[in-house]
């Protein structure tokens, strides 16, 4: 049963924008640790951005200032905002949600940034 879907990826040129939505169900976006991971091709899944219910958020280094997550738990979604791309953005991005170790996954939306 899939339980989070991401869309909203694309090719984009470098300084470009674009936002990624990563939609589930309702027990889903009870979970209190939502985020966002990415992989670029031979490289190991990494950290984005993570969201708590309540409003705390983290980013990695290599994003802050450029990448902005949210969650909008009554519509069932979560946002991450992308803007001032740069080809090293390059990679497929999946949406996470956390529940005391307990992880659920989606499928995956690739972002390609020329330069």
């Known amino acids: 049963q899939v339980q989070l879907v991401e869309s909203g990826g694309g090719l984009v040129q470098a300084g470009g924008s674009l936002r990624l939505p990563c939609t589930g169900t309702?027990?889903?976006?009870?979970?209190?640790?939502m985020g966002w991971y990415r992989q670029a091709s031979g490289k190991q899944r990494e950290l984005v951005a993570t969201a708590i219910n309540g409003g705390s958020t983290n980013y990695a280094d290599s994003v802050k200032g450029r990448f902005t997550i949210s969650r909008d738990n009554a519509k069932m979604t979560m946002y991450l905002q992308m803007s001032s791309l740069k080809p090293e953005d390059t990679a497929a991005y999946y949406c996470q949600a956390n529940n005391y170790g307990v992880e659920v996954w989606g499928q995956g939306t690739q972002v390609t940034v020329s330069s």
């Open positions: 309702r027990n889903i976006f009870s979970f209190n640790l």
